[in-house]
């Protein structure tokens, strides 16, 4: 496996993970029983491309991405931060929509730098953009 295909696939563990990170804990919070039930089938689907990732990564026996602390910390606060004296749904979705951008900009980054990656690891990036984007157009009903 070649350096760059390794990296899109550690840069797909890496946004999936972060999302999964951010769903689980913004789901105490969400209080709207189709908002709960999207955000589930979310974490379901980041859950797999972050399975196919790691799949890769192993078959390879390439390095997997190792989450800090620090990051995972940073997520969860600014979630507590930002739905400290605001849990509707509209704010919910908004933070949502939020993630959804940032895990597109990353990935976009990673495939930018790693052109060369060659046909898999770009599809299954692609396949996340693609899953991101929908996640907005489903999330942009609650705002």
Do not use: C, W
């Not at 797909?12 to 993970?17: E, L």
């Not at 919070?29 to 980041?46: C, P």
């Not at 895990?103 to 690891?121: F, V, W």
Request: charged fraction near 25%.
């Amino acid at each position: 496996m070649k350096s760059q295909e390794a990296e899109i696939y550690r840069q797909i563990q890496r946004s999936a993970q972060n999302a999964m990170t951010a769903l689980d804990t913004i789901s105490d919070k969400i209080y709207d029983d189709r908002l709960a039930l999207q955000t589930s089938r979310q974490a379901l689907r980041y859950s797999e491309i972050h399975n196919s990732a790691v799949e890769k990564l192993l078959q390879a026996k390439a390095e997997l991405y190792h989450p800090n602390h620090l990051s995972d910390l940073l997520i969860k606060g600014n979630i507590h931060y930002n739905t400290l004296l605001n849990t509707s749904t509209e704010r919910i979705a908004e933070l949502l929509i939020k993630e959804s951008s940032q895990g597109i900009l990353s990935m976009n980054k990673a495939l930018n730098h790693n052109g060369e990656a060659g046909e898999q690891p770009m599809a299954l990036a692609k396949q996340f953009i693609e899953f991101e984007e929908k996640n907005i157009a489903r999330l942009t009903r609650y705002l």
